[in-house]
């Protein structure tokens, strides 16, 4: 079914029309501008949307959880039905090829799937009982109830990477939502008729499973829409994917508010990858390959590229280093998001080669188009590195360095060195887990997610995985925004001493109780 952009501003129910202050869409693989104008979302909407949100609030976190998990499965239901004009719309705003928008779409719908039984599993209650002991010497113990309940409305800002998973629909949105949190979109806008065609797919949803309005409102626009939006005293809790200076600015602006409020800011992070000596000697062709497809990825513009590799020198190291060059050297650099992100990607990786220690192992094919970056990887040793603070710092796009270090010890200290991660991987054999095993305490404390023998592009959505890290991966290191963890970010916990049982939440009464996961005087019990 056709859904036709017209660049307005989606608050609750109403289509609010762009005036002059407006933008364009751009189509990175071209340079062309794409129609139509999308509204700069003002002060007034973003307050108008927030009012609205703080109505529904109540209604929306009182619902049945049975309703709440059905408008996430009608949001999947919606964006599917846009069918090929979203694939389409998406491709020309990102330039990201078709399989790629796809299998987003794929997993975008997959995470709202998952929400929906997680609201309905019920274990995000985090219910516990503590029954009274009147008796108890030399004091009496009181009656405890505990529950989890969601913040308020959430603001969300899109990011530009991922056009569905992590934007309008995406994981910050399914989680808050699944939380009983209504939802305010900032739009991305390199991306905005994506966006616009997604929020129209929410709120068909919302209409059709007859949640308040309210519960979700989508604002294209700029730096200052977002700025008006978090200020806003009735947003209680904040989702972003992007830099680390917007995420900071973000946080900051958060924390100057009358009533400072949490932001869940994914930020930046280079991703580690440990080369061990036996697995470099074993396969240094299957290692080469790997690095450069999980480097130029999407033209290595994930949050999780592997753009940091950390290598102990031997003679095991040349043969992997001339199978890297010549791996790298046949890639064809991609289109990448929009020409500012091209931009800084070119300048950050310039000055990766041009710093002093520095040396260049290969590079990809020139570029045969606009706005395609050109692939690189640099060698560095250990004094270098640690002593040039501006090595460590995010290029975002396909451009990695690896750290030579001379022995163990100068390993150790480089792990020790470097900031907090999203991921660290090890890529190992048999003979390397000894060493490995004595790096892990200090991995576990830099990054979010370790995994041995794959590469660290991308993310499942599960119930065990992390996206998340110390800073400056993350702006609240003990969270993750994929996966049914990233539901607690957008819940508090109550507890209730001493209350009637009239005055209990249903959760913590009789069936209710029973039909829920909970701890009772310290024991778990079952559902039934």
Known sequence: MSEKITGAALIGNADIAREEQSFLAFNPSTGEMLEPAFRISSAEDAARASSL?????????????????????????????????????????????????????????????????????????????????????????????????????????????????????????????????????????????????????????????????????????????????????????????????????????????????????????????????????????????????????????????????????????????????????????????????????ERGRDALQHSPGVTTIGESQPPNGPNRGRAAVFRTDFATFTQNPDLEREVFGASSLIVVCQDVGELERALAYIEGQLTATLQLEAEDIPLARSLMPTLELKAGRILANEWPTGVEVTDAMVHGGPYPATSAGATTSVGTLAIRRFLRPVSYQSLPAALLPNELQGEALSAHPHLLDGVVKSPG
């Open 53 to 345: 949100a703080a109505a529904a609030f109540q209604p929306y976190r009182h619902l049945p959880y049975t309703q709440r998990a059905t408008f996430l499965r009608a949001i999947a239901e919606e964006i599917m039905t846009l069918g090929d004009d979203l694939i389409s719309r998406a491709m020309q705003e990102t330039g990201l090829p078709e399989a790629r928008i796809k299998t987003e779409r794929t997993r975008t719908c997959w995470q709202l799937e998952l929400f929906a039984r997680v609201v309905e599993r019920g274990d995000w209650l985090d219910l516990r009982v503590d029954t009274a002991q009147p008796d108890r010497a030399p004091l009496p113990k009181s009656a405890f109830h505990l529950r989890q309940i969601p913040l308020g409305p959430v603001a969300v800002f899109g990011s530009s990477n991922f056009p569905l998973a992590f934007s309008v629909a995406g994981g910050d949105t399914s989680s808050a939502l699944a939380a009983g949190c209504p939802v305010i979109v900032k739009g991305h806008p390199a991306h905005p008729g994506t966006g616009e065609l997604v929020a129209r797919a929410v709120r068909k949803a919302a209409i059709r499973t007859n949640m308040p309005e309210g519960v979700f409102s989508y604002l294209p626009g700029e730096v200052a829409t977002g700025t008006e939006l978090v200020k806003n005293p009735a947003i209680k809790a904040v989702g972003f994917t992007g830099s680390r200076a917007g995420g900071m600015a973000l946080v900051n602006l958060a924390a100057s508010r009358p009533e400072p409020i949490p932001v869940y800011a994914e930020m930046s992070s280079i991703n580690p990858v440990l080369l061990f000596p036996e697995a470099l000697k074993r396969r240094p062709a299957d290692l080469a390959k790997g690095y450069v497809g999980s480097l130029t990825q999407g033209a290595g513009q994930f949050c999780t590229n592997p753009g940091l590799v950390f290598v102990i020198d031997g003679p095991e190291l040349s043969p992997f280093l001339s199978a890297l060059a010549a791996e790298i050297g046949d890639h064809e650099p991609a289109v990448m998001l929009t020409k500012n992100i091209y931009g800084a990607f």
